[in-house]
Each structure stands twice: as structure tokens, then as C-alpha cells.
Nanobody
């Protein structure tokens, strides 16, 4: 199992920046992939950015060039740097970890952190 604890959400004006952080309860090296998802009111949860162990990162088209995902293996954390924020980025952001269990991947989620972009 993996426990995930997010931090860093809040209220920011359009064009501003926020940095989200997610701390995992086990070594990042033992996790297949980590990522960030978001869910806005009335919408389905969507992938924002993800990074696989030993692989590159991928991003939703809507955040490419503005958001950057990074991993700190020493601290077992994954961060999401969000720049040039827009009102449509407002959502609850969830940290996700995918762990290999036999032939499948199990999903683990953090509790979520609110990001509100508004003037």
C-alpha cells in the first residue's frame, strides 16, 4: 500500500503560480508511476501530468508549457509546478500512485487539495 499526502493548494490570481507537493509513504522506486489528476465541479476526474519510473513525463494538452511534474527520489515526493494559471485550472487536485500488483496496476489516491484561480 501507499499513503499519499498532498500540500500546496490555495487561492491564486490568474497568471500566478502554485506548487503542489505529494509525499509518498514508500520509496518512489517501488512505484510504477506517479501523477496528478484534477476534478472540477460537475466534471470527471482528468489526468493533468504523470511520470513513470525510468520514463518521461506526459501532460494534458491544456497544461503543456505551463505545468511541470518532477520527482525527488530522496524525499519520496512528486511535485507539480503550475505557472500561468487560468480560471479553468480551478479544481481539486489529487496525487496518484500506480503500483504493480501481479499482472495489474493498483491505484492509490491522496485526499486532494483545492486550487482556485480567481481575481
Amino acid at each position: 500500500q501507499v499513503q499519499l499526502v498532498e500540500s500546496g493548494g490555495g487561492l491564486v490570481q490568474p497568471g500566478g503560480s502554485l506548487r503542489l507537493s505529494c509525499a509518498a509513504s514508500r520509496s518512489i522506486f517501488s512505484i510504477y508511476a506517479m501523477g496528478w489528476y484534477r476534478q472540477a465541479p460537475g466534471k470527471e476526474r482528468e489526468l493533468v501530468a504523470a511520470i513513470a519510473s525510468g520514463g518521461g513525463a506526459n501532460y494534458a494538452d491544456s497544461v503543456k508549457g505551463r505545468f511541470t511534474i518532477s520527482v525527488d527520489n530522496a524525499k519520496n515526493t512528486v511535485a507539480l509546478q503550475m505557472n500561468s494559471l487560468k480560471p479553468e485550472d480551478t479544481a481539486v487536485y489529487y496525487c496518484n500512485a500506480k503500483v504493480v500488483v501481479g499482472p495489474a496496476l493498483d491505484d492509490y489516491w491522496g485526499q486532494g487539495t483545492q486550487v482556485t484561480v480567481s481575481s
